[in-house]
Nanobody, 123 residues
Framework: QVRVVESGGGSVQAGGSLRLSCAAS????????MGWFRQIPGTEREFVAA????????YYTNSVKGRFTVSRDSAQNSADLQMNSLKVEDTAVYYC????????????????WGEGTQVTVSS
């Protein structure tokens, strides 16, 4: 069993930055590609970004390209999502997830999920 925990959420004004972290338990982290999703209450969970288990390939949804950067440190069983130039519409609960499949863009493509961390961007 793999346990995934997100941290780093909070409140920030539009134009500001936040860095989210994802920590995974066990030695299995290196076997998985990692994705970030976000969800506003009452809506579908939305893909944000993903990084291959090798760390050499990333993919972003169009709305965050150029503003968000995903990275990982396999030695630390962790991954980060650096979010710059934040917009009000980035407000959501952000989730980290692990998948054996590349490229997973849907919730069902992922095997393990964290409980999420709230990001609130105010104008």
């Amino acid at each position: 069993q793999v346990r995934v925990v997100e941290s780093g959420g909070g409140s920030v004004q539009a134009g500001g930055s936040l860095r989210l972290s994802c920590a995974a338990s066990g030695e299995a982290f290196g076997l998985y590609h990692m994705g970030w999703f976000r969800q506003i209450p009452g809506t579908e969970r939305e893909f944000v970004a993903a990084i291959k288990r090798s760390g050499d390939t990333t993919y972003y949804t169009n709305s965050v390209k150029g503003r968000f950067t995903v990275s990982r440190d396999s030695a630390q069983n962790s991954a980060d999502l650096q979010m710059n130039s934040l917009k009000v519409e980035d407000t959501a609960v952000y989730y980290c997830a692990l998948s054996r499949r590349w490229l997973g863009l849907r919730r069902d493509d992922y095997d393990y999920w964290g409980e999420g961390t709230q990001v609130t961007v105010s104008s």
